[in-house]
């Protein structure tokens, strides 16, 4: 049985919870996800990975205000093309 440092459980549980917290708290609150109507075949799932691939996309080219960066993005179409050539 291999014996794990407490500080390092510590730091994974923190890790798990930070991963949580970013992503899941933009996802039920910016998208407001638990109130999403679509609930048939695979479409939630693939939702969700759009939803997901958003997020990730903007925090890839440094935007910390999700809902804030949606609402930039959202004023110009091209802005969005754009930052699929950026990331």
Do not use: C, K
Request: without cysteine; hydrophobic residues 45%; proline residues 3%.
């Amino acid at each position: 049985m291999a014996v794990v440092d407490p500080i390092q459980v510590t730091a994974w549980i923190r890790g798990h919870w930070g991963i949580e917290n970013r992503l899941h708290w933009v996802r039920d609150v910016v998208f407001d996800e638990d109130r999403a109507t679509i609930r048939t075949g695979s479409a939630p799932q693939v939702m969700a990975t759009i939803r997901n691939t958003v997020v990730s996309i903007l925090r890839l080219v440094g935007h910390d205000n999700i809902a804030a960066a949606l609402r930039h993005h959202s004023r110009n179409p091209h802005r969005s093309v754009d930052l699929l050539h950026t990331a």
